[in-house]
């Protein structure tokens, strides 16, 4: 079987594409910041101030960010819907 120049561009196409889409690990500060959909500018803040999980190599201080650590971190702030204030409102007037 033979291979033409086309079809080995278009193979290595996509070849390209499966390596690209499988999610990294370990990001980035513009791979975490394109993630999150956040500037790089504040992903550096918040981690500066230590208000997102990261890690730092040593030497170079380069910023590094876990995948699964950054899902966790952007979904522990959830905002209750009006259903669970609801009900926490009812569960209050029946302790008081």
């Known amino acids: 079987m033979v291979i033409d120049n ?3 561009k278009q193979i290595m196409e996509f070849l390209k594409e499966m390596r690209y ?3 990294k690990r370990v990001m980035t500060v ?3 910041a ?3 959909g ?3 500018s504040l992903l550096t ?3 500066g101030v230590r208000d997102i999980p990261h890690s730092k190599s040593q030497p170079g201080n380069i910023i590094y960010f876990d995948r699964e650590k950054l899902i966790e971190w952007a979904l522990k702030h959830e ?3 009006r259903e669970d204030l609801k009900k926490a409102l009812k569960r209050n007037e029946r302790e008081e």
């Open 79 to 81: 905002v209750p819907t």
């Open 21 to 23: 889409s499988r999610p």
């Open 45 to 47: 803040t918040w981690a």
């Open 38 to 40: 956040v500037a790089k």
């Open 30 to 32: 513009e791979e975490a």
């Open 6 to 8: 086309y079809h080995v």
């Open 34 to 36: 394109a993630y999150l």
